[in-house]
């Protein structure tokens, strides 16, 4: 006859579980993240905006503002053991902000992200990101030599998004001088869905709409300039919806952050 012991039943922060619970795939929170981070500001059709804001949101003072944002970044949990490690703790990362607001607080909603390894896209997931996988390129500051910009000096930073071998989205920014204040779009909070479908056949898929508890925010020197951005998705991807109809300004700055938890905003959304 057997038996089971539930003093090391399978345990863990996430899947896999297991009877010490380290095998867990992503740590529990906080995450610290520091990142070099390349960013255009742009429009779109507000009312294609509209249509990727669930219920809840609205497109608030400034309808159709937007933000295409490449980032490379070094994070850890509590205990920092991820540094010793650089290919896990280093991954690069594309993102598409949208503005809006809830309750009259300006937010910035994420329609589509990439990033380029499985544990900051399933923690994206957690969060209610819709993190995919896909490439992600853009140029690196350096403090000697011709091979890129000089840091905190005029220059150009490019940046690139591949999916499945295909270019999606190319962007250039030209500093050509130091700011005082950073892109809007990166300074508000972030709004997710968290989403689970339907798998248990008697029980409704679950949404929840949750914006990102964070502290500990510092923004290095802010550099803008020039700015040109492309969406190359397929037409019949909803990306292309989203394509610029006006680019405005560009930045290149350092940002760090940690993510605490998600905050519920709503119930099904």
């Known amino acids: 006859m057997s038996t089971v012991n539930t003093t090391t039943a399978p345990h863990g922060y996430s899947l896999p579980l297991s009877p010490s619970g380290q095998a867990s795939m992503i740590t529990p929170p906080p995450w610290h993240f520091s990142g070099e981070v390349v960013m255009v ?3 779109v059709d507000p009312d294609a905006a509209a249509r990727f804001l669930p219920p809840g949101l609205s497109l608030g003072d400034d309808p159709g503002a937007a933000a295409a944002v490449f980032a490379r970044w070094q994070w850890c949990s509590s205990d920092g ?5 650089p290919r896990r703790s280093q991954f690069t990362e594309f993102l598409i902000l949208l503005g809006c607001e809830h309750d009259g607080v300006p937010m910035a909603r994420c329609p589509y992200a990439w990033v380029d390894s499985a ?4 923690r994206g997931w957690v969060q209610g990101m819709p993190k995919q996988l896909g490439e992600i390129h853009q140029t690196w500051p350096m403090g000697v030599g011709a091979a890129g910009p000089r840091p905190s000096e005029p220059g150009r930073y490019d940046g690139t998004l591949s999916v499945h071998g295909k270019e999606v989205a190319a962007a250039t920014v030209s500093v050509r001088e130091r700011v005082t204040r950073p892109p809007v779009l990166h300074t ?3 709004v997710h869905t968290r989403m689970f479908p339907r798998w248990v056949p008697e029980e409704p898929p679950q949404e929840q709409l949750v914006s ?3 502290t500990d925010v510092e923004f290095g ?3 803008a300039g020039d700015a040109d951005l492309s969406l190359f998705a397929d037409a019949r991807d909803d990306l292309a919806s989203l394509a610029p109809v006006e680019i405005g300004s560009g930045y290149v700055f350092s940002y760090a952050e940690t993510l605490h938890s998600g905050k519920l905003l709503g119930g099904r959304s």
Do not use: F, K, T
Request: no cysteine; aromatic share 10%.
């Open 41 to 43: 500001d742009y429009r």
């Open 81 to 85: 053991a991820e540094l010793a490690s």
């Open 119 to 122: 544990v900051p896209m399933i």
């Open 188 to 190: 508000v909070p972030l």
């Open 212 to 214: 990102s508890v964070v």
């Open 221 to 223: 020197e802010v550099w």
